[in-house]
């Protein structure tokens, strides 16, 4: 691996988009990932980010996952946009400056016309990426998604074998997945995996672990769990406060072994900055040298300070304008009655003006927390959906009180010896 200091001077002079991603390979073990240039290098100014967009294109789905926030079926949504609907907005994101979208659904790959819509965002310099459950993906479909130019595909599992069938709500599932991954390796698309933490699949998260050391993944992304659609109904299941961080110990462990044994593999979670500071702690505790460099990384990134309705943005089946695709109850507009660009660029929705200058507005712990800045306040939905103020705590927190309001975070040396301290 490269040397630390080299690979971020040339990172952090890149430009770059904003993410709700917290890179435990890059903050953690120390590896260089494509991505850090736009995870750690973003333009401070609200009003100069683009967002990246995610169109949920369809609301139908092959299948009924029990956590999922669009609660999607196997019916069409209602007034679904067209084609030549759906053109027109990737036109008008493409004139705005927006570089990244994310089809997802539903599932995207039910819709006839997904490959002409990659295709046609890719024409006008978008990169696209695709969020599936992967159980479509044939032969013919992975060279569909090559040939339109999809640049990834995140495919989304829930543990392995019967547990993932389970979430997924079809016997099956977690087999015609693995076949799409590697269906998609064969063509040389990059793929990834997509996982929810919950009390279920946490218990089996070595074997998940070890499932992305062997299969040709490259990525593999960790979400909190969002209380939206069908995982507000099983809220129980989210995972407290200690069993929240042992995850994140076992995924930072789990990070140090891949780049410790030349493994390319990418480990991050999502919709939870908490992790960041936690990470940083970690390194801190351990008396690492590398500990004022993430501090400095995640102070730049500034975690969700510009993540939804700022440097994330979504448009459902209908054209409404959301924060997040966890946000639908709050909509800015309809892109069949204002471009896009209009209603992101110049918000009239009040909730939206405050998204863009959030910390003011923070109540509860977030407010008072001195990680704040490098947090960001966590998920705003979540927050909403669980206390009913869209400025509260967020509840996937995973620092104690003591870490968020004390100097001293009496973090317990890490039982893995970093680089230099004996391995």
């Not at 819509?117 to 044939?138: D, P, Q």
């Not at 299969?215 to 809220?235: D, K, N, Q, T, V």
């Not at 129980?236 to 200690?242: F, G, R, T």
Request: aromatic share 8%.
């Amino acid at each position: 691996m490269l040397d630390f200091q080299n690979r971020y001077s040339v990172a952090l002079i890149l430009q770059s988009t904003p993410s709700t991603m917290i890179n435990i390979s890059t903050l953690y073990a120390g590896t260089s990932n494509e991505s850090d240039a736009v995870r750690y290098a973003k333009p401070k100014d609200p009003a100069a980010i683009r967002p990246i967009v995610v169109m949920n294109l369809t609301r139908r789905c092959n299948l009924r996952c029990i956590h999922c926030y669009s609660d999607s079926n196997t019916q069409l949504g209602p007034n679904e946009l067209t084609t030549a609907e759906v053109i027109a907005v990737l036109k008008d994101m493409a004139e705005y400056g927006v570089k990244f979208v994310l089809f997802s659904g539903g599932e995207p790959l039910t819709r006839p016309d997904i490959f002409e819509l990659a295709a046609t965002a890719v024409r006008l310099g978008l990169r696209v990426t695709l969020s599936t459950n992967g159980t479509l993906i044939t032969a013919n479909v992975a060279k569909k998604i090559a040939d339109a130019g999809f640049s990834y595909v995140g495919v989304s599992f829930d543990g392995l074998g019967a547990v993932n069938d389970f979430f997924r709500g079809a016997p099956g599932a977690f087999e015609m997945a693995k076949r799409g991954v590697r269906h998609l390796a064969e063509m040389n698309v990059r793929v990834g995996l997509r996982l929810t933490l919950t009390k279920h699949t946490v218990a089996d998260l070595d074997n998940v672990l070890h499932f992305v050391g062997e299969e040709p993944i490259g990525r593999a992304c960790f979400y909190h769990l969002a209380y939206a659609g069908r995982g507000s109904h099983i809220r129980p299941d989210d995972l407290p406060l200690q069993q929240r961080r042992s995850a994140i110990d076992k995924l930072c462990h789990a990070a140090w072994f891949f780049a410790d044994n030349h493994l390319e593999k990418e480990l991050l979670t999502v919709d939870n900055h908490s992790d960041g500071p936690y990470i940083y702690l970690k390194l801190l505790g351990a008396n690492h040298g590398r500990s004022e460099k993430i501090h400095e990384m995640l102070e730049r990134h500034g975690g969700a300070r510009t993540s939804s309705g700022v440097g994330i943005g979504e448009i459902d089946w209908s054209g409404n304008v959301h924060p997040d695709q966890f946000s639908m109850h709050r909509t800015f507009g309809n892109v069949r009655n204002k471009p896009f660009s209009e209603i992101w660029a110049h918000p009239t929705d009040a909730y939206h003006i405050e998204l863009r200058d959030r910390l003011l507005h923070l109540t509860g712990r977030c407010s008072a927390c001195r990680f704040k800045t490098m947090c960001g306040g966590g998920l705003r939905s979540r927050a909403e959906a669980a206390t009913g103020d869209p400025w509260g705590s967020d509840p996937a927190c995973i620092l104690t009180d003591d870490e968020i309001l004390a100097g001293n975070p009496d973090m317990e040396r890490d039982p893995i010896p970093m680089k230099g301290e004996g391995s």
